[in-house]
């Protein structure tokens, strides 16, 4: 099975206004919720590319148990969430008639030292039997900054190719771990290098400690420097829609190629049509299967294999 | 005990930002959830007043056991909540640093008919040791319009004197059931009677069929019309704060003194002074205990005696 870890799960909930104005009171007219956090998104859709994923992570109190629901109807999913005595986090994302978001993210709850513990015991046992691990998102309050570097290291020990998606420092002491792949989009890449040339901040980036670098540019498609070469990925055209959970389809894309694999272009070509399929797709988050199989032949990479 | 009724409880939470603004993302910096729904901020004041209160209504979901969690923890509240399949609705206010308020309501659950035939069960079980009810806030969908007017008729049958906080269509036919008091604000009070002037629009009220109507005027305090007579009852100034559970206050104010036996301008100075004590909280809801206890000394009470 793949793993994916989500230290800070959501509950995500979807709240449809007419029209948002500040300082004034709103009829919700619709109530969306599901269970959120990169980890689990990457989950939902590894799971629906025909992939066995276990979950791991922190969950706790009602909104915990919100998750735990949405994540038991979802076929393919196996549930191996830590419990925890703080009680999951909320994000709001306010949707007006104009398509907009206006989104409101709960920082989550404080993770004691005794749960950061039973969780990293936790995900020692589930890495015996996991082909990949990807560790996704941000650190709620009292997990260190250096947890997912510790995760890495774990992963390489018992190798089993992890890949990492953050930010900020955790991102940065992460890199230093030496994960096989990390997927920054611009900003973060910006922010771990000092770089906003993408070419130039994947290839520091690689320098800085990552095997394989594969920075997400948003509808431009995807640049990837790997010990095998370097490419880069074009959609046949910019999409316009909803880019919620894009990132977390080209982890996926990534996750399920490399399991299968599959050559560098092929995982690209893979990552780059499921993102584009999630842009599509009307409910935030999902992909569109027909797309992502259109797509999937359209896709353009070029670059050249590396020198053995 | 004192019962009140809150068909449509909610989940009440507040998000603290540091700037709200349209579309874009923003981190919570502070959460705070409690058991809402006007009915239990009414109980929530009763209670801290000393008295014996059972609150009922619906309840559901895991946003339901969360209210439910919260009112185990609040002493003084009995907790004899039916309920649903659905899940209880959530209130999202969002306080950003002007200290103003941008407020999302969901619309709650369906209820089931045999859902609303279990409540009226209930209620009228209950009913039988109150010595007085309070019927409070909106009507989840499914419930019929004419839902309190029929409540109002079987406390009357059982001569447990009965309140109405209502608005809307649910408040013009609650008025018609005769209950023993209504409690609308300005804005519910000219939606009733097409009368923008208080007094015409409080007798308007009366001739409608309560007994009793006692206006919120807001920060200027409260007008009663009502079989002993018609007052006037007005803080010793305007208070500036958070308003939200101010007229609920009035209600648990209203409510004990029509329990206690006060007579009308005492039941009116302690509903005025809660009032204020609540607009002057720190915390959105609750009273502030030593401000109460100044202003019931300080509001003014002006009006006279029906000839009997």
Chains 1, 2 share one sequence.
């Not at 995500?12 to 948002?20: E, F, G, K, M, S």
């Not at 420092?169 to 900003?187: I, Q, Y």
Request: glycine residues 10%; charged residues 20%.
């Amino acid at each position: 099975m793949i793993l994916t870890v989500t230290l800070n799960t959501a509950l995500d909930i979807t709240h449809r206004v007419r029209a948002l104005r500040l300082h004034t009171t709103h009829r919700v007219t619709e109530v969306i919720q599901r269970p959120g956090g990169k980890g689990l998104n990457v989950a939902r859709v590894l799971a629906a590319l025909g992939h066995e994923v276990t979950v791991t992570g922190f969950v706790g109190g009602g909104t915990g148990r919100a998750v735990q629901e949405g994540l038991a109807r979802t076929p393919g999913i196996v549930d191996a969430l830590v419990p925890v005595a703080g009680a999951t986090r909320r994000t709001i994302a306010v949707v007006d008639a104009t398509g907009d978001t206006t989104q409101l993210n709960e920082p989550g709850p404080l993770i004691a030292p005794a749960e950061w513990s039973a969780f990293q015991e936790a995900y020692e046992v589930l890495l015996r039997s996991a082909s990949a691990v990807a560790l996704c998102g941000s650190l709620p309050p009292g997990v260190p900054v250096g947890a997912y570097a510790g995760l890495i290291r774990t992963a390489r020990t018992l190798a089993v190719p992890v890949l990492l998606d953050t930010s900020g420092e955790p991102l940065r002491r992460g890199v230093a771990a030496r994960p096989d792949v990390v997927k920054p989009n611009t900003e973060e890449l910006a922010e771990l290098t000092g770089s906003h040339e993408p070419s130039r901040a994947t290839r520091d980036a690689r320098r800085r400690g990552a095997q394989a670098v594969v920075a997400s540019l948003g509808p431009d498609g995807l640049l990837a420097h790997t010990p095998e070469g370097h490419w880069r990925a074009t959609p046949p055209r910019r999409f316009r829609g909803n880019p919620t959970g894009a990132g977390d389809a080209v982890v996926a894309g990534l996750l399920s190629g490399l399991v299968e694999h599959l050559p560098w272009p092929d995982r690209l070509t893979r990552a780059t049509a499921l993102s584009a399929a999630t842009v599509l797709a009307p409910t935030a988050g999902e992909f569109d299967h027909r797309a992502y199989d259109e797509l999937r032949t359209q896709v353009a990479v070029t670059g050249e294999v590396s020198a053995a």
